[in-house]
């Protein structure tokens, strides 16, 4: 089983080079909105995982590039957990163009860590469980 959620986001201006193409480097900001709303969909925000004492640094992410998105477009960023998180939780991103053609693919790898001491952790509990409903 698994988790997932989508995100619609149009293309602004300044996420865009000269060309009218969407920059290389901007599709990490997408695939942060995508996690967020998936993590707010199950009740949870950075904000109340820091206030547990656990922050949630980025440790890995792999980007594939098919197509190119352009200003103004209106993409589906699909955001997917497939497996219970123990001191990392991996979520997956697939970018749609209005078409329905896969323009990105990627993951990012999260890592779970006290924010008093900087070490490695499990998720908190309420997380967990919220997540183990998915699974």
Request: hydrophobic share 35%; charged share 30%; net charge positive.
């Amino acid at each position: 089983m698994m988790i997932s959620d989508q995100s619609k986001i149009r293309i602004t201006y300044g996420d865009t080079d000269k060309m009218g193409v969407v920059y290389y480097g901007n599709y990490p900001k997408y695939y942060e909105i995508g996690r967020t709303e998936l993590m707010r969909k199950i009740g949870f925000s950075y904000d109340r995982i820091e206030k547990e004492g656990v922050i949630m640094p980025v440790v890995k992410l792999e980007a594939e590039y098919f197509k190119s998105a352009y200003y103004d477009d209106l993409i589906t960023v699909n955001t997917i957990v497939k497996e219970m998180p123990k001191a990392i939780i991996r979520f997956y991103y697939e970018i749609y163009n209005d078409k329905n053609e896969l323009i990105n693919k990627g993951y990012t790898d999260l890592s779970f860590v006290k924010k008093e001491n900087l070490k490695p952790c499990r998720p908190p509990a309420n997380l967990y469980n919220a997540l183990k409903e998915y699974f």
